[in-house]
C-alpha cells in the first residue's frame, strides 16, 4: 500500500503539472492533509492519535490480502452530492481524501493483478516483498511539502463528513509527514533499487494510472461546481 510519501508525491505532482486553481483547490494545506487524513486513525501512522478507527470503515473496504479501497462509494457519498450531507461544498480536505483513497486504489489493484501473473500466492513472501519494494520505492521520490495546520485546515478536519479529525491529531499528522520527508531526503535512493517482486515499470504505470484518475476527478468537481 502507497505510504505517505508516495501520497505527498503525487500532490506535488498534481500541483506542477496542474495549478491549484485549476484542480479547484484553494487552501493547498487542507488538500494535503486530506491526502493523509484515512492513515489518520488507522493505528500504524500516527502513534499518539486520541481514537482508533479501524481501516476497513476510513477506507470503505474489507481487511484482506492486499485490500481494494472502494474510493468510488467514497466519490458518490462526498464528492458528487455534498449537500446529501448538509455541506455546500466539496472542501479541500475531502478532495484531498478522496485522492488518497484513489490512490491506495489504484496501486493495490495493480499490485494483486502483478503478484497474480508472476504466481506468487497471498503470505508472507507476497506480504514483505510488496512492503519492501513500495518502501524503496518511496525514497526515490523527491518531496517537500508537509501540511501547515491552519485555522482553515482545523476547521476543514472538524467539518470532515466521513468522521471527526481532531485538531490535536491533525498536527501529529503533520508532524508525521514532516519527519517523513525529512527522512526522504536523508535517505534518498538514487537509481533505481533492487526491487524484489515489483519494477519500475510497474511503479511507472501504477503511477501513471493513479495520476490521471485524481486529475480528471479533481477537474470534473470544477465543471460540477461552475
Not at 464528492?79 to 479541500?92: L, Q, S
Not at 501473473?117 to 513500495?134: C, H, M, N, T
Amino acid at each position: 500500500m502507497p505510504s505517505w510519501n508516495i501520497h505527498i508525491a503525487h500532490v506535488e505532482r498534481l500541483l506542477a503539472e496542474e495549478s491549484a486553481d485549476d484542480l479547484g483547490i484553494r487552501d493547498v494545506d487542507a488538500f494535503l492533509m486530506g491526502n493523509v487524513a484515512p492513515d489518520i486513525y488507522v493505528g500504524y501512522m500516527v502513534a499518539d492519535a486520541t481514537t482508533r478507527i479501524d481501516y476497513k470503515l476510513t477506507h470503505l473496504t474489507m481487511r484482506e490480502h492486499i485490500p481494494v479501497p472502494r474510493c468510488d462509494e467514497f466519490w458518490d457519498f462526498y464528492c458528487k452530492n455534498p449537500t446529501g450531507y448538509g455541506a455546500t461544498e466539496v472542501t479541500d480536505l475531502v478532495r484531498g481524501a478522496w485522492c488518497h483513497l484513489v490512490c491506495d486504489h489504484v496501486y493495490n489493484t495493480n499490485t494483486r493483478a502483478w503478484l497474480e501473473k508472476l504466481g506468487v500466492q497471498p503470505g508472507e513472501k507476497a506480504r514483505i516483498g510488496k512492503q519492501s519494494d513500495f518502501a524503496d520505492f518511496g525514497r526515490t521520490l523527491q518531496i517537500s511539502l508537509v501540511p501547515n495546520v491552519t485555522d482553515e485546515v482545523i476547521a476543514q478536519c472538524e467539518a470532515f463528513p466521513q468522521y471527526r479529525i481532531a485538531p490535536a491529531d491533525a498536527r501529529s499528522a503533520a508532524k508525521v509527514a514532516a519527519r517523513i520527508v525529512e527522512e526522504n531526503r536523508s535517505e534518498h535512493i538514487y537509481g533505481e533499487p533492487s526491487y524484489r517482486l515489483l519494477t519500475s515499470e510497474f511503479f511507472r504505470d501504477a503511477g501513471q494510472e493513479a495520476h490521471e484518475t485524481m486529475r480528471e476527478g479533481l477537474l470534473k468537481l470544477v465543471d460540477a461546481s461552475c
